[in-house]
């Protein structure tokens, strides 16, 4: 397993993506672990290196005993980054992982391209709690703060619903090392970070939760945006977790933060798109068989089409391919359809991919458009 050495303790971290890409580290909430950032994987490995973290005493990091500082866990994240060689990176980190965020901000201004700081505070409004919830585990075990954990990480909506991540996250928390989350919970116990927040200078956003009610914008979001210079802000209707309540606004937001502008020049982004899509070849024909008739079309569709929808971050390029797939069989648009699966099958989709979107079709749109959408993949 990858560890990095901080202080003495083991500092598990996961890296995925390709190494040529910008790295984006990602620090989860008090309780969980690194798999806390699951929903947002596939999204973001199409633009970044993902480097995520487990926190000292979560996860398969080491839980010394004692009492853990903000700068302490800082510095684990960057022990993690120094242990897979990048030097520069942007992050986001959720709670726990904003705070060190805010940190990493003010004393490694050099490291950091971009900070997200997601369902946070420069300051608890109740230090107490958290030397309350310190105790509780020592004396309990993780049960014992189990159901006030969930009750501020969920939504009620969301935490009496069948959602497959409150399971999980509940699984996570009591698992986790009662030391460990007893450090961690002195560090937010003993943190003010608000006198750091003019010294960041990074580009830096601020998610918040407007169903939060661990830290929710009044006080503490609103403070961040307010007092870190240039900084941006979104709220979600979401809890604590909002990473989890609503992974798709959330990661959404991130990317439209973390990524640049769209290029002005959307007919070049257009060609670009349009040929890891379709192919080389393809538009190769398509450039070559222009003429005056038809060149203002080729223009329009690249611009509008291929330049700017297809290169939105929101929806996976496979998923994009699939809707196409559907929408072109549901009208009858047989020429686009097969344009679109012969490249679909020559790159990323897989003969259960077509099949279960036209089983889909014949539901919502006909059977005998399904029947034609079946006969013409036979071909292939």
């Given at each position: 397993?990858?560890?990095?050495?901080?202080?003495?303790?083991?500092?598990?971290?996961?890296?995925?993506?390709?190494?040529?890409?910008?790295?984006?580290?990602?620090?989860?909430?008090?309780?969980?672990?690194?798999?806390?950032?699951?929903?947002?994987?596939?999204?973001?490995?199409?633009?970044?290196?993902?480097?995520?973290?487990?926190?000292?005493?979560?996860?398969?990091?080491?839980?010394?005993?004692?009492?853990?500082?903000?700068?302490?866990?800082?510095?684990?994240?960057?022990?993690?980054?120094?242990?897979?060689?990048?030097?520069?990176?942007?992050?986001?980190?959720?709670?726990?992982?904003?705070?060190?965020?805010?940190?990493?901000?003010?004393?490694?201004?050099?490291?950091?391209?971009?900070?997200?700081?997601?369902?946070?505070?420069?300051?608890?409004?109740?230090?107490?709690?958290?030397?309350?919830?310190?105790?509780?585990?020592?004396?309990?075990?993780?049960?014992?703060?189990?159901?006030?954990?969930?009750?501020?990480?969920?939504?009620?909506?969301?935490?009496?619903?069948?959602?497959?991540?409150?399971?999980?996250?509940?699984?996570t928390l009591r698992t986790t090392?009662?030391?460990?989350?007893?450090?961690?919970?002195?560090?937010?116990?003993?943190?003010?970070?608000?006198?750091?927040?003019?010294?960041?200078?990074?580009?830096?956003?601020?998610?918040?939760?407007?169903?939060?009610?661990?830290?929710?914008?009044?006080?503490?979001?609103?403070?961040?945006?307010?007092?870190?210079?240039?900084?941006?802000?979104?709220?979600?209707?979401?809890?604590?977790?909002?990473?989890?309540?609503?992974?798709?606004?959330?990661?959404?937001?991130?990317?439209?933060?973390?990524?640049?502008?769209?290029?002005?020049?959307?007919?070049?982004?257009?060609?670009?798109?349009?040929?890891?899509?379709?192919?080389?070849?393809?538009?190769?024909?398509?450039?070559?068989?222009?003429?005056?008739?038809?060149?203002?079309?080729?223009?329009?569709?690249?611009?509008?089409a291929w330049g700017t929808i297809?290169?939105?971050?929101?929806?996976?390029?496979?998923?994009?391919?699939?809707?196409?797939?559907?929408?072109?069989?549901?009208?009858?648009?047989?020429?686009?359809?097969?344009?679109?699966?012969?490249?679909?099958?020559?790159?990323?989709?897989?003969?259960?991919?077509?099949?279960?979107?036209?089983?889909?079709?014949?539901?919502?749109?006909?059977?005998?458009?399904?029947?034609?959408?079946?006969?013409?993949?036979?071909?292939?």
């Open positions: 397993m990858p560890f990095a050495i901080s202080e003495g303790a083991r500092i598990y971290y996961r890296l995925e993506g390709a190494a040529e890409k910008p790295l984006l580290v990602m620090v989860h909430s008090l309780g969980v672990d690194h798999g806390q950032w699951d929903p947002q994987m596939p999204a973001l490995l199409r633009y970044f290196q993902v480097l995520r973290v487990d926190l000292r005493g979560h996860g398969a990091s080491d839980a010394p005993v004692g009492d853990y500082t903000l700068e302490q866990l800082s510095r684990d994240v960057i022990a993690a980054v120094d242990s897979v060689g990048r030097e520069r990176f942007a992050y986001c980190g959720l709670s726990l992982g904003g705070m060190i965020g805010q940190w990493l901000g003010a004393n490694a201004p050099d490291r950091i391209t971009h900070l997200a700081l997601a369902n946070t505070s420069p300051r608890v409004g109740a230090p107490e709690l958290f030397e309350a919830r310190r105790k509780a585990v020592f004396d309990g075990g993780m049960r014992a703060i189990e159901n006030a954990a969930m009750e501020r990480y969920f939504s009620p909506r969301l935490l009496a619903s069948s959602n497959p991540h409150v399971a999980s996250t509940r699984t090392n009662p030391e460990g989350y007893a450090g961690c919970c002195a560090a937010i116990r003993d943190m003010d970070q608000r006198p750091l927040l003019g010294r960041i200078r990074v580009p830096v956003l601020v998610i918040s939760g407007s169903l939060d009610v661990s830290t929710p914008f009044e006080g503490h979001g609103d403070l961040l945006a307010a007092e870190i210079p240039g900084a941006r802000s979104v709220v979600l209707e979401a809890a604590h977790l909002s990473n989890l309540e609503l992974p798709s606004a959330f990661t959404n937001a991130l990317l439209d933060f973390l990524l640049p502008p769209q290029s002005d020049d959307r007919l070049a982004a257009g060609f670009t798109m349009r040929r890891a899509i379709l192919g080389d070849a393809h538009v190769d024909r398509a450039i070559a068989n222009d003429n005056d008739l038809t060149r203002d079309f080729q223009e329009l569709i690249t611009r509008y297809w290169t939105r971050p929101g929806l996976d390029p496979k998923v994009r391919r699939l809707l196409v797939l559907a929408m072109t069989v549901s009208l009858g648009r047989w020429e686009e359809f097969r344009l679109h699966l012969r490249a679909g099958l020559a790159a990323d989709l897989e003969p259960d991919d077509l099949r279960e979107v036209l089983l889909q079709v014949a539901i919502y749109a006909g059977v005998p458009a399904a029947n034609t959408g079946f006969h013409i993949a036979q071909e292939k």
